[in-house]
């Protein structure tokens, strides 16, 4: 059984900035992953809020260079699903993958999660050319426009009133007549002038040509079918954390988002979360990079107390 000192559960922008870490402080490092290395910045167009990056950083390409260092610097790379992990005694821990068992002295997981899709036609042919999973990265690009965004829920009124000091106007559109979020944002949104909202709605369909112009939506209430113009649109239905396969193990919370403290550490020792898996995540690469190094600093010393 091949075994190491740091196995990292995933290789989006935390996993791999780990990796740099540990193999850096001589840590052997094995990085799993079984999607594309880079996660949530391989699927971006172009990221405009990443430090160093003035005219904006391709995503496919920063996630080939992250890639690439967290490699150079030693790290063993495998494409392999993580079915479960185990804990055998400390420091000893196992990882199921769907190819092997590996023993690991710490495990860092950064399995981040994706945003909810509407799974509607058009969503992914304009993904990135119009809509959006992301206010915080996207919204410049719709300064002084009319946008809309999608979902009744926190993420949705938080983002939208984010929006209002970019945009021209927002439209919120929601599948019920009543919001999910809470009071305080709710308030927020209501007595802000730049913000409307269509009830019982739904979107049918992204429309546009090369890039988004319009959405079609149904009215729930009468079936009525009709397209509104927007020149951007902002999906908040909900986030899908990649924890399932921890099965209780390490505790989560009602989103699947792992409690840790600010050393990444969870309640099991020897076991780090970092990155959109972690509770209060601001979800942002370099938040994701932060925690990722901060998991790895705190792995390393870990393993250095014990070896001493
Ligand atoms: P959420 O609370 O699950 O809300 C999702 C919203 O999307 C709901 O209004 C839901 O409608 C709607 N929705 C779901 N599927 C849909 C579909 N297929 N078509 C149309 N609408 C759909 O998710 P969230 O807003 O992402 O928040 C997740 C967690 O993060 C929550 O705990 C939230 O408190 C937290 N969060 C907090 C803040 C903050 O406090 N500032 C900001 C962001 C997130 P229904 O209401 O009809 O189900």
Same mark, same amino acid.
């Given at each position: 059984?091949?075994?190491?000192?740091? *196995?990292?559960?995933?290789?989006?922008?935390?996993?791999?900035?780990?990796?740099?870490?540990?193999?850096?402080?001589?840590?052997?490092?094995? =990085?799993?992953?079984?999607?594309?290395?880079?996660?949530?910045?391989?699927?971006?167009?172009? *990221?405009?809020?990443?430090?160093?990056?003035?005219?904006?950083?391709?995503?496919?390409?920063?996630?080939?260079?992250?890639?690439?260092?967290?490699?150079?610097?030693?790290?063993?790379?495998? +494409?392999?699903?993580?079915?479960?992990?185990?804990?055998?005694?400390?420091?000893?821990?196992?990882?199921?993958?769907? &190819?092997?068992?590996?023993?690991?002295?710490?495990?860092?997981?950064?399995?981040?999660?994706?945003?909810?899709?509407?799974?509607?036609?058009?969503?992914?042919?304009?993904?990135?050319?119009?809509?959006?999973?992301?206010?915080?990265?996207?919204?410049?690009? +719709?300064?002084?426009?009319?946008?809309?965004?999608?979902?009744?829920?926190?993420?949705?009124?938080? &983002?939208?009133?984010?929006?209002?000091?970019? =945009?021209?106007?927002?439209?919120?559109?929601?599948r019920r007549?009543?919001?999910?979020?809470?009071?305080?944002?709710?308030?927020?949104?209501?007595?802000?002038?730049?913000?409307?909202?269509?009830?019982s709605h739904v979107?049918?369909?992204? &429309?546009?040509?090369?890039?988004?112009?319009?959405?079609?939506?149904r009215n729930l209430k009468t079936s009525?079918?009709?397209?509104?113009?927007?020149?951007?649109?902002?999906?908040?239905?909900?986030?899908?954390?990649?924890?399932?396969?921890?099965?209780?193990?390490?505790?989560?919370?009602?989103?699947?988002?792992?409690?840790?403290?600010?050393?990444?550490?969870?309640?099991?020792?020897?076991?780090?979360?970092?990155?959109?898996?972690?509770?209060?995540?601001?979800?942002?690469?370099?938040?994701?990079?932060?925690?990722?190094?901060?998991?790895?600093?705190?792995?390393?010393?870990?393993?250095?107390?014990?070896?001493?």
């Amino acid at each position: 059984m091949e075994q190491y000192d740091v *196995i990292i559960l995933g290789g989006g922008a935390a996993g791999l900035s780990a990796g740099l870490y540990t193999t850096r402080a001589m840590l052997s490092t094995l =990085v799993l992953e079984s999607v594309g290395y880079g996660g949530q910045v391989l699927v971006t167009d172009i *990221i405009e809020n990443y430090p160093g990056f003035p005219e904006g950083v391709k995503g496919p390409a920063l996630s080939i260079l992250m890639e690439e260092q967290t490699r150079k610097f030693g790290a063993v790379m495998k +494409f392999e699903e993580v079915i479960s992990i185990e804990q055998i005694g400390e420091p000893i821990k196992l990882v199921n993958t769907s &190819e092997a068992i590996y023993q690991a002295r710490t495990i860092i997981i950064a399995t981040g999660g994706s945003h909810r899709k509407l799974q509607v036609p058009g969503e992914e042919e304009f993904a990135g050319k119009g809509v959006s999973y992301c206010a915080v990265c996207d919204g410049n690009f +719709f300064r002084n426009q009319k946008v809309i965004v999608i979902g009744g829920g926190d993420a949705a009124l938080d &983002e939208g009133t984010y929006l209002t000091g970019l =945009v021209e106007q927002v439209t919120i559109i929601h599948r019920r007549d009543e919001l999910r979020a809470s009071k305080i944002l709710q308030q927020r949104a209501f007595a802000n002038p730049k913000i409307d909202f269509m009830w019982s709605h739904v979107v049918e369909e992204f &429309e546009g040509n090369g890039i988004l112009e319009s959405v079609k939506l149904r009215n729930l209430k009468t079936s009525e079918l009709f397209s509104i113009p927007t020149a951007g649109a902002f999906i908040y239905i909900g986030f899908d954390s990649n924890s399932a396969f921890l099965n209780g193990q390490v505790p989560v919370d009602e989103f699947g988002h792992i409690y840790a403290n600010g050393q990444m550490e969870t309640s099991l020792p020897g076991i780090y979360a970092c990155g959109d898996i972690r509770v209060a995540s601001d979800k942002q690469l370099g938040g994701a990079v932060g925690d990722g190094i901060t998991a790895a600093l705190a792995s390393y010393r870990y393993l250095t107390e014990l070896d001493t």
